[in-house]
Each structure stands twice: as C-alpha cells, then as structure tokens.
C-alpha cells in the first residue's frame, strides 16, 4: 500500500539551484522544498558503493553531490616579477638567434674574418665546458664527466664539419638566394616555436628540441652556402653547432646553479645582439626590442589580468590520485 512522505530537498529537482534555510520553495521555478508526494514505501538510503546492489539508477546521484564541489583548489597565483623572470628565456632565445644572424651578415660583408670567428667561438666552447665539467658534480654527484671522450668527439665532429665544408658550401648554388633566405627565416621561427624552455637538465636531447636544433643547424647550412670561403663555411658551421646545439645545455645548467648570472646572461645578449645590428639595420632593432619588452613585460601582465577568469571545477566526480608516502 502505497504510503504519503515529506522529502525535503537540498537542491532544486528542476533547475539545480541551493535552497537557502529560510526558503520553502525556489525563486525561479517555484517547486517546493519541502515535498510531499506518494511515493510508496520508502527505499534504503542510497550509498556511494559500487559492489551492493540498490534500488537506484547507476548514473543516480543525491542531493549532497554538490555539495562536495570545489572551485580553484590547487590552482597557482604568479606573480608580476617571477613571470619576468621565467620569460627571460625566451627572450634569451630570440637574442641568441640574432646574434646568429648578425654575425653571418659580418663575415657575408667580410666585415669580420673567418679566422676570428673561429677562434673566438672556440675560446668560448672551451671555457664553457671547463666551467660546466667542474661545476656539474655540484648538482648531480652522480654525474661522471669524461672530458677526454668528449674532447674527442668534439674533435671528430669539427673534423667532420671541415671535411664537408667544400661540400656543403656548393650544396645550394643554383638555388637562389631569395628561396635560401626565406627558407632560412622559416627554419628558424620552427626554431623558436620548438625550442625547449623548460629549463630542466638533461643528458639526452628530447623532442621537440632535437627537432628545433635540426632546423637551426639547417637554416645554418643554407645561410653557409651563401660564402664565399670553405673556410668561412667551416666557421659559420663550427659556431652554429656550438651555438644552437651546445649552449642550451650549458644556459640551463646555469639558471640552475645561478638565477642572477643567468638573468645577467640574457641581458648580454640582447646587448650583443643590438650591437651586431646597429650597422645592418635600425628597424630590426626596433622590432627586437619591441618583441623583447612585450615578452618580458607586457605578457606576464596579460596572464595576471586573465588569471581571475580561471574556474577549475573539482569534485567526486574525479578520478581518485593516488598518493605515495
């Protein structure tokens, strides 16, 4: 025989909205909060298990569901000068790329020697090592360096480099330089959407990053070919490696030993890189700096403003983490 209940809802059955204490019906749709219905005999009370049988739907829920809903639980606030700090290697970045790119532009107009580049570049990939080899066991102690295999693949490598110099300097030469150098400015932007800046130090290079090096390696072969020495060629090719595919390594090794000498870094590059080009153009100076401040100041800025707007919902509805003490 069916029998008459009073059921009292948390929630509105009809439009989700909260009863307040002091409501007896919802202000939009008007059902009642207090209920009462022939329902028949009463049910047993629903239990969040899986492993009873009950007589409910699988996909039923009661009117405490909700109430276990969370909003922005573990979400991190930034802040204005650590965003600027972490943007600095981007900016890092695009300075480096430039720096690239002026020097080839000096030694294209012979404007500095081959023979200079070489032994500047090589003066600095020896000091760089010697300061990253002594430095590394301080961070890893588990870490070996072998400095003679390295110095021998190094040497193997360059060894390389300048046997395929006269090679690589003839590989594009019916090409023209309009398609070499819109091709280049391509490989390049790959380059900078690619690059890793997540900063952390490994011993393998991961993808994307391996693909970003290759396509600034290649952008380097295209831009030697446009030389008029194998020597030249052999010089560009040498920084290159050195440049793209080396100093990354040794950049983040240092924001990780050292956050000032790292941020006193980017700022010497993008002095270099303003220097380089003050003779070759003004307008790409502009821009740079322009891009510069943008990235470092204005777009953590942005993130800040849009920051309010983030709602992450969490709730029993989430899949259960597993936590390891």
Known sequence: MDSTRLKEFNYCPNCGRRFH?????????????INTTNIGPAKARWQKLLYIQQDYPDNYVDETFLEELQKNVNVHTYKYWTLVRETSVVSQHFSSMLIFIGIFIHLYNKNITEN???????TLL???????????????PRFIVNRLGMIKTGIL??????SFSPILKTLTEETSSDT?????????????????????ITKNIRFPDSLSINLAIFASVLLASRLSSNKSVFGLLAFAVEWFALLPFFLRFLKKVSLTY?????????????????????????????????????????????????NQINGPWDEAKSMFK
């Open 116 to 122: 200079t580049l070489i032994f500047s570049s090589t």
């Open 262 to 310: 790292f941020l006193i870094s980017t700022v010497v590059f993008t002095i270099i890189a303003v220097l380089l080009f003050i003779p070759i153009s003004k307008v790409v100076i502009i821009t740079f700096c322009s891009v510069v401040f943008f990235v470092n100041f204005i777009c953590p800025v942005w993130l800040i403003s849009v920051q309010k707007y983030k």
């Open 126 to 140: 020896v000091i760089l090592f010697l300061i990253w080899s002594s430095k590394m066991k301080d961070i890893d």
């Open 180 to 200: 070499i150098y819109a091709l280049t400015v391509i490989f390049f932007i790959g380059n900078v959407i690619l690059h890793d800046y997540g900063g952390k």
């Open 157 to 162: 490598l360059f060894a390389i480099l300048l």
């Open 21 to 33: 204490d002091n409501e007896t019906a919802c202000a939009i749709c008007g059902i009642k909060k």
